[in-house]
């Protein structure tokens, strides 16, 4: 399933549809493009890694409204990187954690929680 938000939303509906994705999905990756799309290399990667764990994940494209994403995601995160993965409403990183992770053995788990 992916959620892609039209331009026309408002930086205050934005916000509240972070926070609302961020509570309401296991797993949400916000990345530029789409689960089939990635629109660069860091997300393609994060989509990756996150796939080969996990088979249901939600993606929300952030192109459509970059810096208002940006803005609201790092409310929840200190950071203005995207993509970004949110486990069971926490912070966990973008494609080099993702990537960590993966390499100790612990992206799976982290996931699966």
């Known amino acids: 399933m992916t959620f892609q938000p039209g331009s026309d939303l408002s930086d205050e509906e934005i916000r509240e ?3 609302d994705l961020i509570e309401s999905n ?3 990756l916000f990345m530029k493009g789409n689960r089939l799309m ?3 290399g860091y997300s393609a ?3 990756e890694l996150l796939g ?3 088979e249901e994940f939600e993606t929300v494209d952030v192109l459509p409204a970059l810096d208002a994403y940006r803005a609201a995601l790092n409310e929840h995160s200190g950071w203005e990187t995207i993509p970004q993965a949110y ?3 926490e912070f966990v990183g973008g494609s080099d954690i ?3 992770l993966d390499e100790r053995g612990e992206l ?3 996931v699966s929680a």
Request: charged share 40%; net charge negative.
């Open 17 to 19: 549809r972070v926070d």
């Open 26 to 28: 296991e797993v949400v």
């Open 38 to 40: 990635p629109q660069c």
């Open 45 to 47: 990667r994060a989509v």
């Open 52 to 54: 080969k764990h996990r």
């Open 87 to 89: 486990v069971e409403g």
């Open 98 to 100: 993702l990537s960590e």
């Open 108 to 110: 799976g788990e982290t």
